[in-house]
Nanobody, 117 residues
């Protein structure tokens, strides 16, 4: 059974930091590109950042220079370090694992991030 479990969301003040974690089980972590998405109420999920085992790191323009994605292969975990948070970062954040060859994907349950001004 595949599971992706996110943690680390919460309430933070403008300019603060949070680190999200997503731990995967039931998959061969190394062959999955791991991504973070976020979703605002009533909108589609949007890609925030992606990390591959091969070292590729991609970021959406609104979070460049503020967010850092990383992965720990030994722990089957992907992280999203979020610094200098803004109210527009308030959203539900989801972790996704996508197989790099078959493109099959799995999602976590989401974690709420709220930035107060």
């Amino acid at each position: 059974q595949v599971k992706l479990v996110e943690s680390g969301g919460g309430l933070v003040q403008l300019g603060g930091s949070l680190r999200l974690s997503c731990t995967a089980s039931g998959i061969i972590f190394g062959v999955y590109a791991m991504s973070w998405f976020r979703q605002y109420p009533g909108t589609e999920r949007e890609l925030v950042a992606t990390a591959t085992r091969g070292g590729r790191r991609d970021y959406a323009d609104p979070v460049k220079e503020r967010f850092t994605i990383s992965r720990d292969e030994a722990k089957n975990t992907v992280y999203l370090q979020m610094n200098n948070l803004k109210p527009e970062d308030t959203a539900v954040y989801y972790c996704r694992g996508m197989h790099e060859s078959t493109w099959s994907e799995y999602w976590g349950q989401g974690t709420q991030v709220t930035v107060s001004s």
